[in-house]
């Protein structure tokens, strides 16, 4: 993927936690969120990534979230047949008497990383890494403003970390649901 000194801008067609398609302004990345089953008992979320060039691994969601009964937490399931997790174990609070909207989780490179709430004046959620770099935003749509086929919100992801954009995605949706449902 050529470097062009600017991170990647995904657009949130929706912003609905319901589904959304995640589309860079410089048609670098594509990713859509699909809910895939709703029950009495679940509810599962498919995150796939539009932009692969193997066809064969186009079918298979890049990310499961699957939740539980009446919004509760459930889990995550990374890549093509990957273990799952507890998104309690996946995403971790900072301390055990901290805020919901504040956890840490390890990505796909080992490393950690965590998302925070409003921490910062101008952003909805900022995740840093273990060096407090700012590696991935989301924000809101300006007040007043109106979008035609897009709910003016977004996910921007520094260039250096297209390798994580499933995992911050996966991860960003879990924190938006924890923050929705008050969990």
């Given at each position: 993927m050529?470097?062009?000194?600017?991170?990647?801008?995904?657009?949130?067609?929706?912003?609905?936690?319901s589904g959304s398609e995640f589309v860079d302004v410089h048609d670098r990345m594509r990713l859509s969120v699909r809910c895939t089953l709703k029950d009495s008992m679940r509810t599962a979320y498919m995150i796939y990534d539009l932009m692969n060039p193997n066809p064969r691994t186009f079918q298979y969601p890049a990310a499961t979230l699957d939740y539980g009964p009446n919004d509760t937490l459930g889990t995550i399931h990374m890549g093509i047949g990957g273990m799952g997790m507890s998104m309690n174990?996946?995403?971790?609070?900072?301390?055990?008497?901290g805020s919901s909207k504040c956890r840490k989780f390890t990505a796909s490179d080992g490393q950690e990383y965590h998302w925070s709430w409003r921490s910062r004046e101008g952003f909805e959620w900022t995740c840093l890494n273990s060096s407090g770099y700012l590696v991935a935003y989301y924000n809101l749509k300006i007040p007043d403003e109106h979008y035609v086929?897009?709910?003016g919100c977004m996910l921007t992801v520094d260039e250096s970390y297209p390798h994580l954009v499933v995992d911050l995605l996966a991860s960003l949706l879990i924190m938006r649901h924890i923050a929705e449902h008050n969990l």
């Open positions: 050529p470097t062009l000194g600017i991170p990647y801008f995904l657009e949130d067609k929706t912003g609905l936690l174990q996946y995403l971790v609070k900072l301390s055990p008497f086929g897009s709910s």
